[in-house]
């Protein structure tokens, strides 16, 4: 079955850089799409942004949009998060999410999600 690990999150300052991985394992890694959601404490899980089959296309939230980066490496079924001008509102859990189809925003629409990794924007 799929099983997805992400990795890579910490303390940083605002205005600092961090880059997340997640891999992939299970099944064929290009058949699924691959999200990006986050948790803060207190709210409701929220995309943060997606990429494609291929790693052509992506999207992303208005709140991350031009500070966020998301790629894809098929050859080694990892998908990353670069995440870069923190900002303390970015404080949250992020977790990776695959899908074979197109599912929208919804995280609950997302079939498969890993552990989740902590995220924390210091001021």
């Known amino acids: 079955q799929v099983q997805l690990v992400e990795s890579g999150g910490g303390l940083v300052q605002a205005g600092g850089s961090l880059r997340l991985s997640c891999a992939f394992s299970?099944?064929?890694?290009?058949?699924?799409?691959m999200g990006w959601f986050r948790q803060a404490p207190g709210k409701e899980r929220e995309f943060v942004g997606r990429?494609?089959?291929?790693?052509?296309?992506?999207d992303y939230a208005d709140s991350v949009k031009g500070r966020f980066t998301i790629a894809r490496n098929n050859a080694k079924n990892e998908v990353y998060l670069q995440m870069n001008s923190l900002r303390p509102e970015d404080t949250a859990v992020y977790y990776c999410?695959?899908?074979?189809?197109?599912?929208?925003?919804?995280?609950?629409?997302?079939?498969?999600w890993g552990q989740g990794t902590q995220v924390t924007v210091s001021s």
């Open positions: 990429i494609y089959w291929t790693g052509a296309r992506t």
């Open positions: 999410a695959a899908d074979p189809t197109y599912s929208g925003d919804a995280w609950r629409e997302y079939d498969y």
């Open positions: 299970g099944r064929p890694f290009s058949k699924y799409i």
